[in-house]
């Protein structure tokens, strides 16, 4: 089976709570109950495009101005990706069947049932921090046949009960790789981590090989935006100076930019591993 087929062979809705956010003509994220509209709920999950879960006020903003009712600076805290960035990172993943496969960021679920199809779900194991998208992720994976081992705790530390695995993939971009996940990774195992906009602007996806030294390494396979993960908020000065730092570079591809990951840190590089860049994280 491969990725389209076993995408084509999950059903979005099980996992899509009840209540989703879309935006209004202010560009607001408002609520969307499937019982008040279903044709419009069914609308958003059967399209390939990213469908919001959860929102929260955004914590950059002065109090009072945040309205949950009129969705006024409301920002996403959990979706559900497109299947097609979905199936991107998946791809990239080289998966056979019988890998063990960790995943950092359970959301709703839908992605770990993809895999789960691809690999076997005893072969699963998905991290998810909070508690409540993990208890309905687990059902909506039980309800569909695939009952993934989600675990609630904070994916940054991996899952060592599990280790060593086949395969990391994080649903989640990352300034800063913990080594945790090198460290669950075997020797030829690949971690595919979508990277924060302070490497590159347009928000890379690195798929990085674990070596017998306990480095990993790889290059920027396209574009993935993803939430940050909950602990690696970027700031907007930082953005900026990625971008500064990449039109200052002649405006490199994408795919020219790679990562090395060792126990005592990380360096971006660009064309090899002998042409570091200098970044600064978050």
């Known amino acids: ?166 395969r990391i993939i994080v649903t989640a971009s990352a300034h800063t790789i913990p080594y945790a996940w090198v460290r669950q990774t075997r020797p030829g195992g690949l971690i595919v981590v979508p990277l924060a906009p302070t490497v590159h602007p347009d928000w890379p996806l690195a798929v990085l090989r674990v070596q017998d030294s306990g480095t990993a390494q790889g290059r920027c396979v396209g574009s993935a935006p993803f939430m940050p993960l909950r602990a690696q908020q970027v700031s907007a000065q930082s953005v900026q100076a990625a971008e500064e730092r990449w039109q200052a570079a002649g405006k490199a591809d994408l795919s020219r930019y790679g990562l090395t990951v060792t126990p005592e840190g990380q360096y971006t590089w660009l064309d090899s591993p002998g042409n570091p860049l200098a970044v600064t994280p978050g």
């Not at 389209?4 to 994220?29: K, M, T, Y």
């Not at 998946?90 to 679920?109: Q, S």
């Open 1 to 166: 089976m491969n990725v389209h087929d076993a995408i084509a062979s999950v059903p979005r809705a099980p996992f899509i709570p009840e209540e989703i956010f879309v935006r209004d003509e202010a560009g607001w994220l408002v609520s969307l109950r499937r019982a008040d509209d279903p044709d419009r709920w069914r609308e958003q999950v059967e399209a390939d495009a990213p469908v919001v879960t959860r929102v929260e006020p955004d914590p950059s903003l002065p109090a009072g101005i945040c309205d949950p009712e009129t969705g006024k600076g409301m920002i996403s805290t959990s979706s559900s990706s497109a299947p097609s960035i979905m199936a991107h990172l998946i791809e990239v993943m080289e998966l056979e069947a019988g890998m063990r496969v960790l995943e950092i960021g359970t959301g709703t679920g839908y992605n770990a049932a993809v895999l789960a199809k691809l690999v076997g779900a005893g072969n699963v194991v998905s991290t998810e921090l909070d508690p409540v998208a993990a208890s309905q992720a687990r059902k909506a994976l039980t309800s569909v046949g695939l009952p993934v081992e989600v675990v609630t705790r904070d994916g940054e530390g991996g899952f060592p009960p599990g280790a060593p695995f086949d």
